[in-house]
């Protein structure tokens, strides 16, 4: 999943929310002002849905790339000359849209990175805020104090009542435990009845943690306006939804309306707690609210159009016109291209080929090399079409495709080398036939380490053996991921780290944000592997920098006894200590 694909999917669902938003404020206007909750689910169905409208593309089939028939673009049988002249670009709009992406400008070296940078830092000081305000929230409760007064009248359901100097109206405030708030000097007498049933009505509705959710949803999605436009809808239908509750529950509408009043008058209407849910929060929506407790009927029940239809109708439109990324549908018999449905090397897909060797259509990928596929053509998330070849296991198409000249070196960032898949997927037949033409087996990927690092890690000795035999080096080192020995430590190969230690892997060896082996043991806590390095002569006290330019927040050095102990393992490091382990940093 990359920035390519974010992007435009994000492109997408920000449109499909826009047209949204834009029907529910519309309606908003012309439906009778009894129906708040049709107004309020669907609303809030708006803002719910947007993270399942940005996932759902990457799991819907994509549609199979068959490429229309343009009259005049057929191929005609190529003589020597007619090779070496120019050809007529007969297909213009097609060749420059399905243009490879490297082509021209290429946008994703600076202004992709930049806008995902962006999109990171926006939602991250959101978050950090909601945060902030959460554990406000929080301290305001303990600060608070169990009200000791009885209420004059039982409650429709059990709740926790408190009082605190610093609140000046009746509110819910809390999450998982949430409790009812009210000023110091309010008596909980029959009149508060009202409104201490329109708390309730928050607390029976979960409205606490439904205001998380989208406070998260619209942290996540900020550049999403029109998330934010429906936030204040919902929070005005949702108090005259529970306004209808406690009415029904506590006298009648008039009765909640006198009760409204009485905590207005004495309210000034400070800022209260932005994740709290007060009686009153804006003195502009009382009357609105007062109109419709003493005029109107206010059914919390929605009508079955619009709640039940409509909602679930406009989610699977926007479903249905969004972008669609998962792997692509196959295609029924009569559908399949044709000889003579074939273009020009620059029509094809560069995905094309990469998922025909994946589904393992050998005659597709004959077909496609054919008209000039490239076989090196990387696509975005999935790899080249060697890569694709070893995940379905298909030796004959890798076998192909290296005869049309596929590189087995070309690497792909977050897939890794068409080897390390090798590795990854236990392909011993295709991992020999990839060095035999010619991959390296040295060769790493940032993120995805090496050949060899990966079976150490899958705790693969017939692999380890067939590259070490192909003079893989068994120090070979890819900063983030380790080497072979440390990766066989973290993933706790007991029988893989003795493997190499007797193939002569250096016990000491020391990889940049991987530490050594016996830290990374020290770190795991586990002191089998901890005993067997010590006994192949682990350094118990080598000590070694972490810099900070991996991660600022590690600056400093670690050794075996340090990690044991920062991490908890009291076993280990009680067994380091009982070897003379030291924490060394250089002076």
Same mark, same amino acid.
């Given at each position: 999943?990359?920035?390519?694909?974010?992007?435009?999917?994000?492109?997408?669902?920000?449109?499909?929310?826009?047209?949204?938003?834009?029907?529910?404020?519309?309606?908003?206007?012309?439906?009778?002002?009894?129906?708040?909750?049709?107004?309020?689910?669907?609303?809030?169905?708006?803002?719910?849905?947007?993270?399942?409208?940005?996932?759902?593309?990457?799991?819907?089939?994509?549609?199979?790339?068959?490429?229309?028939?343009?009259?005049?673009?057929?191929?005609?049988?190529?003589?020597?000359?007619?090779?070496?002249?120019?050809?007529?670009?007969?297909?213009?709009?097609?060749?420059?849209?399905?243009?490879?992406?490297?082509?021209?400008?290429?946008?994703?070296?600076?202004?992709?990175?930049?806008?995902?940078?962006?999109?990171?830092?926006?939602?991250?000081?959101?978050?950090?805020?909601?945060?902030?305000?959460?554990?406000?929230?929080?301290?305001?409760?303990?600060?608070?104090?169990?009200?000791?007064?009885?209420?004059?009248?039982?409650?429709?359901?059990?709740?926790?009542?408190?009082?605190?100097?610093?609140?000046?109206?009746?509110?819910?405030?809390?999450?998982?435990?949430?409790?009812?708030?009210?000023?110091?000097?309010?008596?909980?007498?029959?009149?508060?009845?009202?409104?201490?049933?329109?708390?309730?009505?928050?607390?029976?509705?979960?409205?606490?943690?439904?205001?998380?959710?989208?406070?998260?949803?619209?942290?996540?999605?900020?550049?999403?306006?029109?998330?934010?436009?429906?936030?204040?809808?919902?929070?005005?239908?949702?108090?005259?939804?529970?306004?209808?509750?406690?009415?029904?529950?506590?006298?009648?509408?008039?009765?909640?309306?006198?009760?409204?009043?009485?905590?207005?008058?004495?309210?000034?209407?400070?800022r209260s707690p932005a994740l709290a849910l007060p009686a009153i929060r804006r003195k502009e929506m009382l009357a609105d609210r007062l109109r419709l407790l003493t005029r109107e009927n206010v059914?919390?029940?929605?009508?079955?159009?619009?709640?039940?239809?409509?909602?679930?109708?406009?989610?699977?439109?926007?479903?249905?016109?969004?972008?669609?990324?998962?792997?692509?549908?196959?295609?029924?018999?009569?559908?399949?291209?044709?000889?003579?449905?074939?273009?020009?090397?620059?029509?094809?897909?560069?995905?094309?080929?990469?998922?025909?060797?994946?589904?393992?259509?050998?005659?597709?990928?004959?077909?496609?090399?054919?008209?000039?596929?490239?076989?090196?053509?990387?696509?975005?998330?999935?790899?080249?079409?060697?890569?694709?070849?070893?995940?379905?296991?298909?030796?004959?198409?890798?076998?192909?495709?290296?005869?049309?000249?596929?590189?087995?070196?070309?690497?792909?960032?977050?897939?890794?080398?068409?080897?390390?898949?090798?590795?990854?997927?236990?392909?011993?037949?295709?991992?020999?036939?990839?060095?035999?033409? /010619?991959?390296?087996?040295?060769?790493?990927?940032?993120? &995805?380490?090496?050949? *060899? %690092?990966? #079976? @150490?890690? $899958? +705790? =693969? !000795?017939?692999?380890?053996?067939?590259?070490?035999?192909?003079?893989?080096?068994?120090?070979?080192?890819?900063?983030?991921?380790?080497?072979?020995?440390?990766?066989?430590?973290?993933?706790?190969?007991?029988?893989?780290?003795?493997?190499?230690?007797?193939? /002569?892997?250096?016990?000491?060896?020391?990889?940049?944000? &991987?530490?050594?082996? *016996? %830290?990374? #043991? @020290?770190? $795991? +806590? =586990? !002191?089998?592997?901890?005993?067997?390095?010590?006994?192949?002569?682990?350094?118990?006290?080598?000590?070694?920098?972490?810099?900070?330019?991996?991660?600022?927040?590690?600056?400093?050095?670690?050794?075996?006894?340090?990690?044991?102990?920062?991490?908890?393992?009291?076993?280990?490091?009680?067994?380091?200590?009982?070897?003379?382990?030291?924490?060394?940093?250089? #002076?």
């Open positions: 999943m990359t920035a390519e694909a974010l992007l435009p999917v994000a492109g997408a669902v920000l449109a499909e929310t826009a047209i949204l938003a834009g029907v529910i404020l519309l309606l908003d206007r012309i439906l009778p002002r009894r129906m708040v909750r049709e107004r309020h689910d669907m609303a809030l169905a708006a803002i719910l849905i947007v993270p399942i409208l940005f996932v759902l593309p990457f799991f819907l089939p994509g549609e199979a790339n068959v490429l229309p028939v343009i009259e005049g673009s057929l191929p005609q049988p190529v003589t020597e000359s007619a090779a070496a002249a120019p050809q007529a670009n007969v297909m213009p709009v097609i060749t420059e849209a399905m243009a490879s992406p490297t082509s021209g400008l290429d946008l994703s070296v600076f202004v992709l990175p930049g806008m995902m940078l962006l999109w990171g830092l926006g939602a991250a000081l959101l978050l950090i805020r909601l945060i902030s305000e959460m554990t406000s929230v929080s301290a305001l409760i303990r600060r608070a104090q169990p009200l000791r007064q009885p209420i004059g009248a039982s409650l429709s359901r059990p709740a926790r009542v408190m009082v605190s100097g610093e609140v000046e109206g009746p509110m819910l405030a809390g999450f998982f435990r949430p409790v009812i708030i009210l000023p110091e000097d309010m008596m909980a007498d029959e009149s508060l009845r009202p409104v201490l049933e329109h708390e309730i009505a928050h607390l029976a509705r979960q409205d606490n943690l439904l205001e998380v959710t989208i406070r998260t949803i619209s942290a996540l999605f900020w550049w999403n306006l029109p998330i934010h436009a429906l936030r204040p809808l919902i929070a005005r239908e949702r108090e005259k939804l529970c306004d209808a509750y406690a009415a029904e529950r506590a006298g009648g509408g008039e009765a909640m309306a006198d009760a409204l009043l009485k905590v207005a008058s004495r309210q000034i209407l400070g059914s919390g029940r929605p009508r079955l159009l619009l709640s039940t239809a409509l909602v679930p109708a406009v989610f699977f439109a926007c479903a249905a016109a969004g972008p669609k990324l998962g792997p692509a549908a196959d295609l029924a018999e009569d559908e399949k291209p044709t000889e003579e449905m074939t273009f020009s090397a620059s029509a094809i897909d560069p995905a094309e080929l990469y998922f025909a060797a994946r589904r393992g259509r050998t005659e597709e990928v004959e077909r496609l090399l054919a008209m000039g596929a490239d076989p090196n053509a990387a696509s975005y998330g999935d790899g080249t079409p060697l890569i694709g070849a070893v995940r379905s296991g298909d030796h004959g198409i890798l076998t192909r495709l290296l005869a049309a000249g596929a590189d087995p070196n070309r690497a792909a960032r977050g897939d890794g080398s068409p080897l390390i898949s090798a590795a990854k997927n236990g392909r011993y037949a295709m991992a020999i036939a990839l060095l035999d033409a /010619g991959a390296n087996p040295d060769m790493g990927v940032r993120g &995805d380490g090496n050949a *060899l %690092i990966v #079976a @150490a890690h $899958r +705790g =693969d !000795l017939k692999m380890v053996d067939i590259l070490l035999e192909y003079d893989a080096n068994i120090e070979a080192a890819q900063i983030g991921d380790g080497n072979a020995l440390i990766a066989a430590v973290q993933a706790g190969k007991i029988n893989m780290v003795h493997a190499l230690l007797e193939k /002569g892997a250096n016990v000491d060896a020391f990889v940049i944000a &991987d530490e050594t082996p *016996l %830290i990374a #043991a @020290a770190q $795991r +806590g =586990d !002191l089998d592997i901890t005993k067997l390095l010590i006994e192949y002569g682990a350094d118990v006290s080598l000590t070694v920098p972490v810099p900070v330019l991996t991660d600022p927040s590690r600056q400093g050095f670690r050794s075996p006894i340090s990690e044991a102990e920062r991490y908890g393992h009291e076993d280990v490091a009680e067994y380091l200590r009982a070897h003379g382990a030291e924490h060394r940093p250089p #002076a």
